[in-house]
């Protein structure tokens, strides 16, 4: 197995002109995995529509594979492409979360989305609120992102210590420093109103 792409730091992504960059996106095209900086904490990234991109990280992570994992967007019509349907009001209360460190569930009835779901037929999407994570979002589509860590460890706050995690069993590393933010606030999508389930980086009003 090749040993794994490292990037010193995000801000190399953040323009298509640079080398790495291109590099990267193809990567997860190709169906690799790795961990890079998210909105909240370093994640363990792979495309949401690549189901033996999601089998590796179950299996790195050591996680019950019944437990779907959060998906990373770019923007709102994204949730189209999971056959979500939103209306005007839904919109509105959407926007006023998003972009944030928000995560919101919704129900995915279509079977083809049984590999991500896993049985549960909701999903969990967040539109981060940081430039160079949506610009890469928009260059692969949605990712799904857990935090690096092995299930039941604490989330990895350096690049250092996620290879103690993961060595080389993964793609690529993008180090963006000490990350030792909270966890999004989880929410679920229930009769015209938001339901918290965990609360974390944002506290939302009643």
Known sequence: ????LIWSRITAMETNLKQDYQ???AAIKKGGIGVLPT???YGLVGSAFSASALERIYAIRERSGKKPFIILISTLSDLKKFEIKINKKTEVLLRGVWPGKVS???PVRSKKFGYIHRGTKSLAFRLPNKDSLTTLLKKTGPLVAP???REGAKPATTIKKAKQY???R???YVDGGTLCGKPSTLVAWEKGKFVTL???AVKLKK
Do not use: H, Q
Request: glycine share 8%.
């Open 166 to 168: 993961f060595g080389e």
């Open 1 to 4: 197995m090749p040993k794994p």
């Open 198 to 200: 965990r609360e974390g």
């Open 170 to 172: 993964i793609d690529f």
């Open 39 to 41: 909105d909240t904490l």
């Open 23 to 25: 590099k990267l996106i």
């Open 147 to 149: 935090s690096a860590n």
């Open 104 to 106: 919101v569930v919704f």
